[in-house]
């Protein structure tokens, strides 16, 4: 293969990769929130947890970019030390991070609701803490439903494009993207079969996560 196919299929596993191992724990913490706990305006809480995905993926890019550009709240932090996130592959993981994260959030808390309260009592009952009974109990139960929010993560984020392309850009060899690489190469005479050849992969990718999700996870529950 051409440096044009595998170099965005390898960047896309990577910002995949990067963006699913911080999308993970956060969405457990969250989802352990909602489903366990009372906090105070939880409907604010679920309205900001929902946005990204009722927003156009542009506007969540614009956003980010807001927020960590230059004069961002974020980037005006992280410039006097030397970082940089708009226009790098850092972006593209933040952007699909941002994208992906309320889809894991509610496959996790999906996973929580569904344990008997009572198993995690009956820990509190043996003298077990609240960390202990989370990491004893509850996650093992809600183990399936976690390696399915991991993977539908590490979905989402493959196929991340309009907030990436905000936030990051399309630089060959560093932003671009499996979606950002279709996008650029349909605009350019003679890439079709680079084109079909990316779409195929993109789609072959998805298809093999949501075959997993399905037939490993849920019908063995």
């Known amino acids: 293969m051409s440096d044009s196919i595998v170099d965005p299929v390898l960047l896309s596993l990577r910002v995949a990769a990067c963006s699913t191992l911080f999308v993970v724990p956060v969405a457990v913490a969250i989802a352990w929130v909602l489903s366990r706990s009372r906090v105070p305006a939880k409907g604010l809480l679920i309205s900001l947890i929902n946005l990204p995905l009722v927003l156009p993926p542009v506007v969540s890019g614009f956003f980010l970019l807001d927020l960590f550009g230059r004069r ?12 940089v996130i708009p226009f790098t592959w850092v972006a593209a993981v933040l952007a699909s991070f941002v994208i992906s994260l309320p889809l894991a959030v509610w496959t996790t808390r999906l996973a929580f609701d569904g344990i008997d309260p009572a198993l ?4 509190r009952l043996l003298g077990r803490s609240e960390w202990r ?3 004893e109990v509850t996650l093992p139960l809600a183990r399936r439903g976690l390696l399915g929010a991991t993977i539908l993560a590490f979905a989402r984020s493959l196929g991340e494009f309009g907030a990436t392309m905000v936030v990051a850009g399309t630089t060959p060899g560093e932003t671009l993207t499996v979606p950002s690489a279709i996008y650029l190469y349909m605009q350019r005479p003679g890439m079709d079969g680079t084109v079909n050849t990316l779409v195929w992969t993109a789609a072959g990718l998805s298809f093999l996560a949501l075959s997993i999700v399905n037939v490993v996870v849920w019908n063995r529950q």
């Open 72 to 83: 961002g709240v974020f980037g005006r932090i992280l410039a006097p030390v030397g970082i």
């Open 120 to 123: 995690e009592n009956a820990a």
């Open 133 to 135: 009974v989370f990491w």
